[in-house]
Each structure stands twice: as C-alpha cells, then as structure tokens.
C-alpha cells in the first residue's frame, strides 16, 4: 500500500459518498479530470454542474464528455463558482462538491482561485450538502496569491462548527516544493 497523494485522495474518498443518480458540483472544471470521474460515477440518471472562468477548458471538457458518452449528465457553465447557487435548480441537494484551487497548468498563470470567491462557494455548497456529503478542497499555493488564499480558508475551515461538519486535513509534511494539501469537510 502506498499512501495517496491528496488528488488521488480526493478520488478514494468522493468513491465512498457518490452514487449513480445523485446531483454534485465540480467548482473548478479546468481541464475536465474531476468532471468526468463525477460524471461517470453518478451515472446517466444524476447530474454533474461544472463551473470555471475560462471557456477554453470547458470547451476541451464539452469535447471529452462527448466522446465519453458523458455529455447528458453534465452542465458545463462559464461563470465564477461564487455565482453558483444562481446556476442550480431550486432545491438541488448535492452529495459532493470538489474545488481544484490555484492556476490550470499550461494555461494563464494569472487566472486563480481567491480566497473571498473559493469561500463564498464553499459556504454555498455547504448550505445544500446532504448529511454524510462531502466538500472536497484540494489546495496548491505555490505560486503568488496562493498562500494568501490557503490562509483564509485554514481560518474558515477551522471556524466550522464541529457539531455540524467534521474537517479533515490530509497533506504529506516531508515533501519539498509546497506540496498540495487536500480538506474534506463532511456534513455530519
Ligand atoms: N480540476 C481541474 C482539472 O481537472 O483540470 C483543474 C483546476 S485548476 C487547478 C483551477 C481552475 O479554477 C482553473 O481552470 C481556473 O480557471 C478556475 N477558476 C479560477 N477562479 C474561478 C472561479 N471564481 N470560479 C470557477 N473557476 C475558477
């Protein structure tokens, strides 16, 4: 056994809470990897809605889940997470959300996640997680803006009320390079 790095972490713990036919959210589409692990495992009678700032990763995604036979389950949507609650039906219930925080490799480096924005969209999905469901958080703040950003959100995170939500921090503390640190608060 080899202990997972926090993104393939985030996987082995949305595979023990998601189920075919549920709704959940992918915050940060980017290139599409987490939208279409959701996609797949909710299954052709659940739902994914995906939101990023830049259309060129939605539209490599759109691309992907059309040849993956994905395309049904899914709502791609072009605006800011922090908006996200506009975006959903009323009374969506969802099991899982996960954020990929920080910059998309290989594209602007300048387009990142922020604190004041991550938070608002963390609290907006934390309003309509079923009990058991998960936010899933996986951070990288190597790079300018990101530290900033891990600052507050440690803060929040720390500030959740413990009867409601239990937060786990799950992050390699040997590593060099400012490794990525995962948070899964789960609604109790
Ligand atoms: N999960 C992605 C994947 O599988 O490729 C990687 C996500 S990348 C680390 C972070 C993404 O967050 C970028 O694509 C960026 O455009 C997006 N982003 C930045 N601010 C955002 C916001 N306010 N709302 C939604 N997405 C945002």
Redesign the pocket.
Known sequence: MNLESALRYSHTLLDQVVQPGDTVI???????????YLASAVGKSGHVYG????SA?LEA?KTQLLLTGLLNQTTLIH??????SNHLPEDTQITAA????????G??KS????AK??IS?VEQCLKILQRGGLVIL?S?YGHPGGKDELNHLQTFLTKLPQKEFQVLNYQFMNQQNDPPILFAIQKR
């Open positions: 992918d915050a940060t589409v980017g290139n599409g990897n987490d939208t279409i939101f990023d700032v830049q990763g995604t605006d800011g997470h922090e908006h996200l996960i954020f990929n925080l920080g910059y998309l490799p594209s602007d387009v990142i996640t922020h924005t991550t969209a996986v990288y």
